[in-house]
């Protein structure tokens, strides 16, 4: 009886500290989903800010986030798919492959902030780009890409040796093997890695606090080499250095519900690909 | 197409991919040569040692004060803080997972922690200011509940995706006899959980928190966003504290471009960068460790 007893005790801490994990994960959901949906409105996401951005929508904002993660995209994933493409089907193993692997490593554990004051000092200073869109999503793309290069590689390790020995059998040189038959094959690990990655670039602010992005723009539909809002850093404004914060909090709700939808879809998808793909195996 | 031109191509596009390989380097590179170079301006004019025991962070001061102390011990009491609250919870939580959980609930909790895992940690930086603010100022009385507190408990919260998955794996991990011995000697399934499971595993999980560690101290908008960043020497748990990362966020976007002010954000960041770099480091050690141990 007493042996049930404690081994009950023993089973319910581990479920209780799984449960707090879960909680936080429901209060987040909960709360930004019961106060921000009130906020939500075709208004909201489709016309500017007004009024000092206590009125109005946060159409801007949107623009700039897609842009942005556009940008981002179109960097780092040719990159970070050729590297992962290096890396797996010409490196031999050598001192300089594995320092390009330890580079890597290295690259996803630097700070976010900090690829923010690489991009102020490489692209706004260096290379004369100033505070712009182009210059952000340049600074994203570099975050991203050891992410892209670590997804890629592992879902190119997963196709076997076999098909690709297949292609070379038959006349292909190893580059129309990578092309033709390795790539396909490993699409669909490779989508879910960019979309995964991507959205994070989506909801990442400190890399583009200087380096392009502003509070309030009038344009939305303004040029890559201009400043840009994105809906990140417009939660963070209304949220802390509005000077009515109390009154514009509906707007930072909703503009937080719209940004973690924004991402929950790319998961979603991300998630989808994974699923599909895992059913065909 | 002719087999010389295809193999022309063939050769190009390996020369292509091979310098995409090494432009990673570069980055790498550029980015510690960055920072040191900064850093070195920054040296020119200010003492090394004053940086390093300077107990006052007041750039803008008269006479301006450059010391890294209180920024440093705010970081530090902010990681410790999450850390306390997300090396029980995430252990639990992956000994759970690995151990107890069956397929079906796995399939459920593994999404919910990648979906944690995909909140922007400006969202959950909001969410410390909107719930978890007015919480602490209920409890504790203070005007508002932005504090080292707050900030840990967010960094908890984001810390813990890593901390689960990289232990769950190192738990996976450990070979079946071990158990199968314990459960032969008797033993119940939570005594072999912490006296066999875990310390097979431990390389790994250690790997696991350092991970976490690293995720914590480099994180800014959250940090920013719920700690009030006040710039005074850190007292305690309760009291406004300002981490390295929210200094250089708010002081970055007003500095004058290479004044001594600018200078010294890119010198505690090249400290927060040698800090990341160290942690990951020892982690990966750790991770090296757990599979060679369990492959020999």
């Known amino acids: ?10 089973w319910s801490t581990l479920l209780l500290s799984t449960g707090i994990v879960c909680l936080f994960l429901i209060i987040i959901l909960w709360d930004l989903i019961s106060k921000g949906a009130p906020s939500l409105s075709w208004e909201f996401v489709s016309t500017l800010p007004r009024e000092g951005m206590t009125k109005g929508g946060i159409l801007p904002a949107i623009i700039g986030t897609v842009l942005l993660t556009m940008i981002t995209a179109l960097v780092a994933v040719p990159f970070g798919i050729s590297c992962a493409i290096y890396l797996n089907e010409y490196a031999s193993d050598n001192w300089v492959t594995r320092l390009i692997r330890a580079s890597i490593r290295n690259l996803a554990g630097v700070p976010s902030i900090i690829y923010g004051l690489f991009g102020l000092a490489l692209f706004v200073q260096g290379l004369q780009m100033g505070t712009s869109l182009l210059s952000a999503g340049f600074t994203l793309g570099l975050l991203s890409l050891p992410y892209i290069i670590i997804t890629t590689e592992e879902a190119l390790r997963r196709i076997p040796a076999s098909t690709r020995e297949a292609a070379l059998a038959v006349g292909a040189t190893q580059f129309e093997s990578i092309v033709d038959v390795v790539l396909p094959s490993a699409l669909p690990g490779i989508l879910t890695g960019v979309v995964l990655t991507l959205s994070r670039a989506a909801g990442e602010t400190a890399p583009i606090l200087f380096t392009g992005v502003a509070f309030y723009i009038n344009n939305p539909s303004g040029f890559i080499n201009q400043e840009f809002m994105s809906l990140p850093y ?22 937080a519900l719209v940004l973690i939808i924004v991402v929950f879809l790319l998961n979603l998808t991300a998630f989808y690909i994974r699923y599909k793909h895992s059913k065909n195996e | 197409m002719q087999l010389r031109a295809r193999e022309r191509i063939d050769h190009s596009v390996k020369l292509l991919v091979k310098t995409t390989g090494f432009l990673v380097i ?17 040296f020119l004019k200010i003492k090394p040692m004053d940086f390093i025991t300077g107990t006052q962070w007041n750039p803008s001061g008269n006479p301006a004060t450059y010391g890294i102390l209180p920024l440093l011990v705010s970081t530090c009491l902010v990681t410790l803080g999450a850390m306390v609250i997300a090396i029980p919870l995430g252990i639990g939580t992956a000994s ?14 593994k ?22 603010g007015p919480g602490i100022a209920q409890l504790t009385g203070q005007p508002n509940g932005l504090n080292a507190l707050n900030g840990a408990i967010l960094l908890a919260v984001m810390a813990l995706p890593t901390i689960i998955t990289v232990a769950e794996d190192a738990l996976h991990g450990v070979p079946h006899m071990y158990k199968e011995a314990s459960y032969a000697v008797g033993a119940s399934k939570w005594k072999t959980l912490i006296y066999v499971t875990i310390p097979a595993a431990a390389p790994g999980i250690l790997a696991a928190v350092m991970l976490g560690v690293g995720r914590a101290i480099g994180e800014t908008m959250t940090v920013l966003m719920a700690t009030g960043n006040a710039s005074a020497f850190p007292k305690g748990f309760f009291n406004s504290v300002r981490t390295i990362t929210a200094t250089i966020a708010i002081e970055m976007g007003e500095v004058p471009y290479q004044t001594t002010h600018y200078y ?9 960068f040698l800090i990341t770099l160290a942690v990951n480091l020892l982690g990966e050690h750790y991770v090296n460790k757990f599979r060679k141990y369990h492959s020999a």
């Open chain 1, 1 to 10: 009886m007493i042996k049930k007893l404690t081994s009950v005790i023993e």
């Open chain 1, 234 to 255: 417009h939660l963070y404004m209304l949220s802390t250095q509005h000077q009515a914060i109390e009154e514009v909090r509906p707007l930072a709700y909703g503009t």
């Open chain 2, 26 to 42: 570069a980055i790498l590179g550029g980015i510690f040569f960055m920072l040191l170079w900064n850093t070195a301006a920054f």
């Open chain 2, 96 to 109: 759970f997972l690995s151990e107890y959980a069956g397929k079906r609930l796995k399939n459920i909790l």
């Open chain 2, 111 to 132: 999404p919910i922690i990648e979906m944690l895992a995909a909140v922007p940690s400006v969202a959950i930086g909001f969410l410390g200011i909107v719930i978890l």
């Open chain 2, 264 to 272: 010294s954000l890119f010198a505690i960041a090249a400290v927060l």
